[in-house]
């Protein structure tokens, strides 16, 4: 069994064709995309698919623990693969919209402040634009 089949398994959600192909192109896109782009590609694989579709099923795969949703430097909502379970951030590189995961999460720098004004927090996101080595130095040339 597959990571992305325990996945949906373990949380009693029917894996379709369109949801495999789903998962997997997002898993082979190596980067956090648009659900347009997630439509696009999807579409080679499973060429009646809509893009309603893709939407109903983006939530079902963020529910499931295969994809987390990322704020993009250009406004637009972005979508990555996750293979794990860990709370995590992204840098997101601005040259090959490379995604990269990191464990360091700030808000816990930040508990005194919420407990200080009676804050609770339900939820939040961090992510750091910049671009990854290779476009770096693609970038200095």
């Known amino acids: 069994m597959t990571y992305i089949e325990k996945c949906f398994k373990d949380k009693g959600i029917r894996i379709t064709g369109q949801r495999r192909v789903l998962a997997e192109t997002l898993k082979e896109a190596g980067r956090a995309v648009t659900a347009r782009e997630l439509f696009r590609e999807a579409k080679a694989a499973w060429p009646d698919m809509n893009f309603s579709t893709v939407y109903r099923n983006i939530q079902i795969l963020k529910d499931i623990g295969l994809a987390c949703e ?72």
């Open 70 to 141: 990322i704020a993009g430097s250009d406004g637009n909502t972005l979508y990555a693969y996750r293979d794990d379970e860990e709370h995590h951030h992204h840098m997101i590189c601005k040259g090959c919209g490379k995604t990269i995961p990191f464990e360091f999460c700030p808000i816990e720098e930040l508990k005194g402040v919420f407990d200080d004004a009676g804050f609770v927090p339900t939820g939040h996101s961090f992510e750091v634009y910049g671009y990854c080595r290779e476009c770096s130095k693609r970038r200095r040339k």
